[in-house]
């Protein structure tokens, strides 16, 4: 990781989301040392300011800026500082949950060589030893994402494994000045520049471990905080949104099945964790639900914690 940058070449940035824990940002910072032929970047973190230990994280990675607000917590609010504060002119976002492979770096900037493309995301993958517990909760979230994933257009991309060009994200500034709500953004620059593309390629893995319980939680408020954040974008949407709300559990289901069903390895998967991945979907819903019909965030936001590898090792 560098910020000197040659003269005429295109400058670089990696922004990091601090969500789970220290012990996260230092290991994505750390797979962010050991990329392969990118080009020189710079790296900034917005974190969480109640997140204990980053400091000293800090300390290790002088080159790096951590930026942190008081009262500015969850990760649509992060993410947008994160790439406030980014100054490359194309901009790499992932979260500190997520350990990028060496090329990664490399392979989203010259992927954004291509004319015609606004966004560039790449695929998510799970960490070795995942629990039936940690697969559900990958699947919540990324199940999209996962191996074997096509090259091209892709009506999605995840905030976790995702690149733009800063003049675009310059372009429609408002839309995520206070929330970085990545549906709504990434809709506007599809409509603006050009196709979402995914490249798998890009790589980075998820290595979140929790407990069912925190993982429930989680899941249910972030479901609503993602209700009612997205009607900042589309209010005209509500009646819409909280007509269908409850369909979400079949829908979503649905579609992870079919996903999981291409590949002898998700569909095993999928089975092992069905039923915690049922009930995760269940609450997200619910959630989501909630935040269309009362446009009220959840009373507490709390990032599920890590499970002590003690722990891990015990069950």
């Known amino acids: 990781m560098s910020s000197q940058v040659p003269n005429g070449s295109q400058r670089v940035s990696v922004a990091v989301v601090g969500i789970c824990s220290a012990k996260h940002i230092e290991r994505c910072l750390r797979s962010l040392e050991l990329q392969q032929g990118a080009p020189a970047f710079d790296v900034v973190v917005a974190y969480d300011p109640h997140l204990q230990g980053v400091d000293e994280v800090a300390k290790r ?16 609010e992060l993410a947008s500082r994160a790439l406030k504060e980014a100054t490359g002119d194309v901009l790499c976002l992932t979260e500190d949950h997520c350990v990028a492979r060496p090329d990664w770096v490399k392979t989203l900037v010259k992927a954004h060589e291509t004319p015609g493309r606004s966004v560039i995301g790449g695929v998510v993958e799970i960490a070795d030893g995942a629990s039936a517990t940690d697969w559900a909760f990958y699947f919540v ?10 090259r091209g257009g892709s009506p999605t991309l995840t905030v976790c494994n995702v690149s733009y060009k800063r003049e675009q994200l310059a372009a429609i500034r408002d839309v995520w000045e206070v929330y970085f709500h990545e549906t709504a953004i990434n809709d506007a620059l599809r409509q603006r520049f050009g196709e979402l593309v995914l490249e798998p390629d890009a790589e980075v893995t998820m290595g979140r471990h929790v407990e069912f319980g925190h993982a429930i939680y989680e899941r249910y408020a972030f479901g609503r905080l993602f209700g009612c954040t997205r009607l900042l974008f589309v209010p005209e949407k509500r009646l819409f949104y909280c007509l269908f709300a409850p369909a979400l559990p079949v829908m979503l289901l649905g579609r992870m099945a079919q996903k999981a069903f291409r590949s002898p390895r998700l569909t095993r998967a999928f089975l092992r964790s069905l039923f915690p991945l049922t009930t995760m979907v269940l609450w997200w819903s619910w959630g989501e ?27």
């Open 289 to 315: 639900w909630l935040g269309y019909v009362t446009k009220k965030h959840p009373k507490s936001l709390i990032v599920a914690p890590e499970i002590r590898a003690a722990q891990r090792a015990s069950s």
């Open 61 to 76: 990675f002088p080159t790096v800026r951590f930026v942190s607000n008081a009262g500015q917590r969850n990760p649509l």
């Open 141 to 150: 979230d990324f199940f999209r994402y996962a191996r074997p994933a096509p």
